[in-house]
């Protein structure tokens, strides 16, 4: 029988946690890019509200969250811990897997964790409009449920392919009152640009943030969100670790091995950092985190100072990255297309705390089609990555006790179309090749 392990409403977190004063080595600031020296939140005030450069810079190691963020919380949170027997028992292993189930918050990801308190800081300063991009389209959804909590309009740029491919998340989004635009679009000089050089272009991650900031830059009513990489976000995601540490407590487990898919990083980052004070006190933790190989900033990127977007408006980022030129393949994974690794998760890969790995489409969509027809829901193709390497970790000595934790970052059943061009037969695996990376990478900033 499935075990689920629930908390009261009074237990959810009342403060996040922020990994960076734990970090062994510490974090590398970002810099400007005009002047390659430290940036500070003077700059960065142009496209974020003080609330959140606050969070980003904090070298507090708990931060209060607000009575307000926490009230919307409560609509989801706290969130199932369920231990997977049926997966279990159908691997014949003696590893106990659990999964934190984010995918019920109302978008259905765990995106929501950030997109409320940064609509919360924002509409706390005044601000009346935001933009953002989206890969797969649950941060999309996400900002567009936190910003009609707060009255804020908000305009997502949503990477094409993903437009094209996820036409509900574009529903969703229309619902909950945003607007949306393809990207690369004919809406911003960057896009135009993009456009005219490459008119089959499936997007990135990265055209589409310039979009977004570019849209920001030119109106004083509007500031920019990020669903992942930076810092804040980070520290807001850590909710579903702290919920999680005391779940496992009450279930009588710990977990040897900590899971998560690795697209920007705040997923994975948000299951993983709370334990790392753990890690460091001697406790034997493994941290993997998991990442498509047609995108594999982790495992064959580069740890450098690079930036964020294609336009280059960005600040400089000490991050693994495939280049800021780099334009991924249109794998279903929308949510894992970005070329960079938030400086947080790429710093503690760097003190080899974290294990990157990477997987193929189709053993990950084999994993969702198991885990669906075990445990019954149908995954997100990205928590599709969390869940193949769970089970990579379960069978690695079936007779092995070992207790695995993953976060389940998200529902697939707005991805029902992946699903079927996976069933038909249409999806392959993509290796990206060596010498387009070695393209794209030639090109960081000379730091």
Sequence with gaps: MQKKILLRDDEIPRQWYNVVPDIPGGLKPP???ETSQPMGPDKLSAIFPMGLLEQEMSDQRYIDIPDEVREIYTIWRATP???ATNLEKALGTRARIYFKNESVSPVGSHKTNSAVPQAYFNKREGVKRLTTETGAGQWGCALSFATSKFDIECKVYMVRVS????????SMMHTYGAEIVPSPSTETQVGRRILAEYPDTPGSLGIAISEALEDAFARDDTKYALGSVLNHTILHQSIIGLEAKKQMELAGDYPDIIIGCCGGGSNFAGIATP???DYLEGKKIRFIGVEPAS????TMGKLAYDFGD?????PLLYMYT???DFIPPGIHAGGLRYHGMSPIVSALVR???IEPMSVHQLECFEAGVLFARTEGIIPAPETCHAIRAAIIEATRDLNEPKTILFNFSGHGLIDMASYDKFYAGELQNFDYPEEALARSLANLPKI
């Design 31 to 33: 810099l400007d890019p």
């Design 81 to 83: 811990l369920v231990r």
């Design 163 to 170: 437009y094209d491919q996820k036409p509900y998340r574009k």
């Design 275 to 277: 334990y790392i004070p």
């Design 295 to 298: 995108c594999p900033s982790l």
């Design 310 to 314: 294609v336009a280059k408006t960005t």
């Design 322 to 324: 495939l280049g800021h």
């Design 351 to 353: 003190e080899n705390i």
